[in-house]
């Protein structure tokens, strides 16, 4: 799971900082857009080229660890 957490980078010059695909200008938002629109992860991949597939579990792994805490 590390490794693939690796491939999530912030760079505050970028985006406000917010979290990128490999230092890409690719936001972890926008893969989970294109997930959540339905698009499958090869659609995504030719819609973005510079994307590899486990760019794609990256976003999803980065978006589960951010989402998995407790509600107060």
Known sequence: ?????GRI???PHKFGGRPCIRGLRIRVVDVLD???AGLSHAAIVDELPDLELDDI???LAYAARRVD???E
């Open 69 to 71: 805490h407790p509600l």
């Open 57 to 59: 579990k990256a976003a």
């Open 9 to 11: 980078t912030s760079d």
């Open 34 to 36: 294109l997930l959540a």
């Open 1 to 5: 799971m590390d490794d693939l957490l």
